[in-house]
């Protein structure tokens, strides 16, 4: 079976100011690593745009009509010093949504073994009524909610490796016995959150955190010792990754020192656990990943992966 591959030209469309890391230049670095001969089978299609509707599913009407409200006709409206709108944010965020939501749909339905998509800006900062850390919807958390009320999926689980912790994604879960969210990263780092010691209210938040200049070798201990058995027993009927890709060596907003081969490596691991709970479904969503260079050679290692390499 397939391989899905997700985006939509609008992922352009979500302007900053010169030197935010969280740049356009990243879809182009995604584009180019997909295009090489090698991923030529890979099932490509172009995110549909979702209705405000489906980004209920993880964030309160009121919170989204505040962003509707605040969406500039022109220049850049700033919610932090590190979020911000342009004037096409609202909609490429609406068309991240849908790729997610369209991703979740073909993997479910079978139409595919998994799926990789690829918009920005990423998602798993936003809480469940906040915008931060350049996120505005929590893409992978819609994901997550959309298989259990279209596919009542009894478990899923969230498996977050982006070198900053979820703090958005583990929001939204933490008082959901029925999402595990395992998630390793950089700490001390932004956002602060992440401590092992936090655990959700049953106990379903699994968090793993890393030190500055970590490697590949200590990631992998992680991964095996703390958050595949965690997995394992809890049987999810889809695995959703957050996939972002600024853990690697070359990133310029942190510290880890993993390599391409070393989120290849986590990739076939986590599609290893779906066959055996999942039927294999796989669904991995972009987040960060700031270094044109490290997130071209991860996102191939990744997709390689995906399909079954
Ligand atoms: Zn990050």
Known sequence: MSTLYVTHPSALDHAVPAGHPER????????????????AALVRCHAPKAETSVVELAHPASYIESLVAASPEEG????DSDTLMSPGTLNTCLHAVGGSVHAVDAVMKGEC???????????HHAEVARAMGFCLFNHAAIAVQHARKAYGASRVA???WDVHHGNGSQDIFWADRDVLYASTHQMPLFPGTGSAG????????????????????????????????????????LIVISAGFDAHKLDPLANLQLDEADFGWATRRLMELADRHAQ???VSILEGGYSLDGLARSVAAHVDALMGR
């Not at 850049?76 to 919610?79: E, H």
């Not at 073994?113 to 998602?123: E, Q, S, T």
Request: glycine share 6%.
């Open 158 to 160: 969230l498996v977050d």
């Open 24 to 39: 356009p230049a990243r879809m182009q670095a995604v584009e180019r690593a997909l295009e090489q001969e090698r991923f």
């Open 113 to 123: 073994a998994n799926a990789f998509v690829a918009m920005r800006p990423p998602g």
């Open 76 to 79: 850049l409206f700033q919610i």
């Open 198 to 237: 936090e655990r959700g209210d049953h106990d379903t938040i699994v968090n793993v955190p890393l030190k500055a200049f970590d490697d590949g070798e200590v990631f992998r201990e992680a991964f095996e010792q703390r958050i595949l058995p965690r997995l394992d027993a809890f049987a999810p009927d």
């Open 280 to 282: 294999g479904r796989v």
